[in-house]
């Protein structure tokens, strides 16, 4: 076809982890943008508004950026608080994959929501220990430690009206339903800016074997949100609820207790338990919908549970705050200690009921599609997401706890108060023995690294054939080095593996201490001088220790939402829990997947129809998932004039591995039925990306790689100075990258050259350049080429 008849062909990048410029993807800093608005937007330079053919040296250019939905101002590193939710909402996705295993599948997914329901229950419990329990309980009931404290000064013990307990309770009670009320609105704000983009009417293709990313409803969860948040707002106001009614419990029934009260208390008890029953029922009988766009609205019973929820707080505030002159309070909450034994048990119980789950679901499984640890993948993730929340809520009330008695340790002789539940001082001395855990693994990575680099350092030099020049150690080795810590990636199972063993240990030995309603260093006092002082360390470090995670966690998140650098360090974990749908924790961070996903198939699918041209959709890291989840969504006749090209990608290495049911082997052989034109690039010494192993029906792979990094072993005429090693960036430096581009827009139109562009096909949208855009010079010319790829022997191995 000659380009005088080739139809309208455009590059359409997306950007991966860390995010990048408009310009800095396409390399012209005379950029204006198209279509989007500031979180997600579509530019094209300047120059190259207008729709034309295909061009190898300098084809037409469309960069999606969408950073703005991961990143933003400091104050968005307040969401790391939360990520526990974050965690446990990634076990939903985390099952084995298992045709025809419907019931299995189902008692999973129950599970997980349970496990998040108890996260939340923990969450509000862990606000009402802090604030009814440490500070209007113990403290402001203590003359010494509320004159310490003289803010307390107008609720602490005296003869004015807040000075009762009930009502100091109540009061100090406004707090977590503070924070129930902000997750609230925080999941109800983010549900509308990003879970309520609908995909474009497209013609259904029917399910396609293996490719569940690809069902209609499957970017749209609006109603499996909506169903969620009412549900756990209810149990978060249920839990608080619970709290004040506690508390006056024993003293109603006692012997200076009203029969009245009494009976108040048990009318406002049997509330709570319907309350509960009607959250487990929506949780039970409603998960998420997939084959069909969700667009039914939630039920009015749902939606007016919270209310109802909120209404029974209000009973219990009235109930508790009601004049009861001789009451005084001395000691612990008389829920304080029970309610988070009672938690921990009922997750152990839960993940372990996830992990049977999916060990059967891995057996039935075809071997490719079973998933890390031998698909219990899923259940640990879930045990560390309770273990992170435990930490987290351990952290602050140690921490709260310290700040309201200064002058001794909670629970120690000449203490003020008796401090946080029991449980809590366990968990926090069983924190060095973790990270020691910690440790030794990564003193073995260190050893493992030192190993396969210097194994591999002996034929780095082999590797570039053509370049003359003899092996320089020093140049091998930093190579080797890359390559061997790139390879660490594949170890990170094993790596869970120990660390969720050794806090499932840990946290039924905590259990079994709590129980003795002692702290670990007042057991141990008994004991030998020397198990006392190692015990007195570990529970006082453990609890220094969660105090600090709490303030790192939030210092890391506010970093890395402004630093490049450091967001481009713990951004591929982040990315990959927030690309996933709110299927079970309506208070994770929110998915921007169900953003960016329509964005880039509205793009494709409308500009195709508009100019009956061909795409290709370049992907980097994690735009590579979001390019292969849009071209998903396509219809057939679309799908046939797009070609899609990843790099750096995490499909299979990251994805397939801890997500089997969504991107294992026969969801990857699914999408490459789908799209015949792809390829992907990779190398050895990227730490995120490799290999997809996928090969089509002619036995050509889809895989080219590794590519060789560096480009160049040493210096050359053509290139004077030393090559960096690139790692998981600048995939576009590599000749390579030019050349399957060009490979694959000739075959879309070797293919389809038939496919003229519809009759009534306009020259596509009209883009007109916008006020303000910037002016620059021509983009550089590219480098002169280099080695194609690596050796062969290492890329079978890596493979």
Do not use: K
Request: negative net charge; charged residues 15%.
């Amino acid at each position: 076809m000659t380009s005088e008849n080739a139809p309208p062909a455009m590059e359409l990048l997306v950007h991966g982890v860390g995010g990048a410029t408009p310009q800095e993807m396409l390399e012209d800093p005379r950029t204006t943008r198209i279509t989007g608005d500031t979180t997600a937007c579509i530019h094209r330079r300047t120059e190259d508004l207008d729709d034309r053919p295909w061009d190898e040296e300098a084809p037409c250019r469309e960069a999606y950026t969408w950073c703005g939905l991961t990143s933003g101002n400091g104050a968005r590193a307040l969401w790391l608080l939360l990520l526990p939710f974050m965690v446990v909402n990634l076990a939903h996705w985390m099952r084995p994959a298992c045709r025809g295993c419907h019931r299995t599948q189902h008692a999973y997914d129950v599970l997980v929501r349970l496990v998040a329901l108890s996260l939340t229950a923990l969450f509000a419990s862990g606000a009402c220990a802090v604030c009814v329990d440490l500070v209007a309980w113990q403290c402001a009931g203590s003359e010494t430690c509320a004159e310490n404290a003289s803010w307390l000064g107008p609720v602490a013990t005296g003869e004015g009206w807040w000075n009762q307990p009930g009502r100091r309770l109540v009061l100090a009670a406004v707090l977590p339903l503070g924070l129930v009320g902000l997750l609230w609105w925080l999941s109800h704000r983010t549900w509308s800016a990003y879970e309520s983009a609908s995909p474009p009417p497209r013609p259904r293709d029917g399910r396609r074997d293996g490719a569940l990313l690809g069902l209609p409803g499957f970017w749209y969860g609006q109603g499996i949100v909506s169903r969620l948040r009412a549900a756990h707002t209810t149990a978060a106001l249920l839990t608080v609820s619970a709290s004040l009614l506690t508390s006056t419990g024993p003293y109603d029934r006692g012997p200076r207790g009203t029969e009245g009260l009494a009976a108040t208390g048990w009318l406002l008890t049997g509330l709570l338990l319907c309350g509960w029953l009607a959250v487990a029922g929506q949780l039970l009988g409603h998960g998420r919908t997939e084959e069909e766009i969700d667009e039914q609205p939630v039920p009015r019973l749902v939606a007016r549970m919270p209310w109802a929820a909120l209404g029974v707080v209000l009973l219990a505030a009235v109930h508790t705050a009601w004049s009861r002159p001789d009451w005084q309070t001395a000691g612990r909450h008389p829920a304080g200690g029970g309610v988070f034994v009672v938690l921990t048990v009922a997750q152990g119980v839960l993940v372990v009921g996830m992990a049977l789950a999916a060990y059967r679901l891995h057996r039935n499984a075809r071997d490719g599609d079973r998933g890390a640890l031998a698909g219990l993948g899923g259940a640990a993730v879930a045990l560390l997401a309770c273990a992170t929340a435990g930490v987290l809520t351990g952290g602050v009330a140690q921490r709260v706890a310290d700040w309201l008695d200064p002058t001794a340790a909670p629970g120690e002789p000449g203490a003020t108060i008796v401090g946080p539940p029991v449980l809590l001082s366990w968990q926090a001395a069983s924190i060095p023995i973790l990270l020691a855990v910690v440790l030794v693994l990564a003193l073995v990575a260190v050893r493992s690294v030192r190993r396969r680099r210097n194994e591999l350092s002996p034929g780095v030099r082999a590797w570039y054939p053509d370049e003359p020049g003899e092996p320089l150690e020093e140049r091998s080795d930093a190579i080797a080095a890359a390559v061997a810590r790139a390879q660490l990636t594949d170890s990170a199972p094993l790596a869970v593996g120990w660390i969720t063993g050794a806090s499932l240990l840990l946290g039924v030995a905590a259990v079994a201490g709590a129980l003795t309603g002692e702290s670990p260093s007042a057991l141990a006092a008994d004991v030998s001088d020397g198990v006392s002082v190692i015990t007195d360390l570990a529970q006082q470090l453990g609890s220094w220790l969660m105090g600090v995670g709490v303030v790192l966690l939030l210092t890391m998140g506010r970093r890395a939402y402004r630093d490049p650098g450091a967001r481009r360090t713990v951004g591929i974990l982040w990315d990959v829990g927030t690309f996933w749908p709110r299927a079970a924790h309506p208070f994770a961070p929110p998915c921007y997947a169900e953003r960016a996903v329509p964005d880039l198939t509205w793009r494709m699918a409308t500009w195709v129809d508009a100019t009956g041209g061909r795409v290709v959709i370049s992907g980097h890291s994690q735009g590579s998932v979001l390019a292969a989840a849009a071209v998903w969504q396509l219809d057939a006749a679309t799908r046939a004039r797009i070609a899609l090209l990843t790099h750096g990608s995490p499909l299979e290495r990251l994805y397939g591995r801890w997500f089997p049911a969504y991107f294992g082997p026969a969801a990857l052989r699914a999408l490459h039925r789908d799209m015949v034109c792809w390829r992907n690039l990779w190398r050895a010494t990227d730490p995120i990306g490799g290999p997809v192993g996928v090969t089509g029906v002619d036995g050509a792979p889809v895989d080219e790689g590794p590519l060789a990094d560096p480009m160049h072993y040493g210096r050359t005429s053509s290139w004077p100075l030393p090559e960096p090693v690139l790692g998981h960036g600048e995939y576009a430096a590599d000749p390579a990258f030019a050349e399957e581009r060009a490979a694959l827009y000739r075959r879309l139109l070797d293919d389809h050259h038939e496919v003229a562009a519809p009759p009534d096909a306009v020259p596509g949208p009209a883009l007109e350049a916008r006020p303000g855009a910037g002016t620059g010079q021509p983009p550089p010319v590219s480098p002169p080429p280099g080695p194609r790829s690596g050796p062969p022997a290492e890329r079978e191995e890596l493979r």
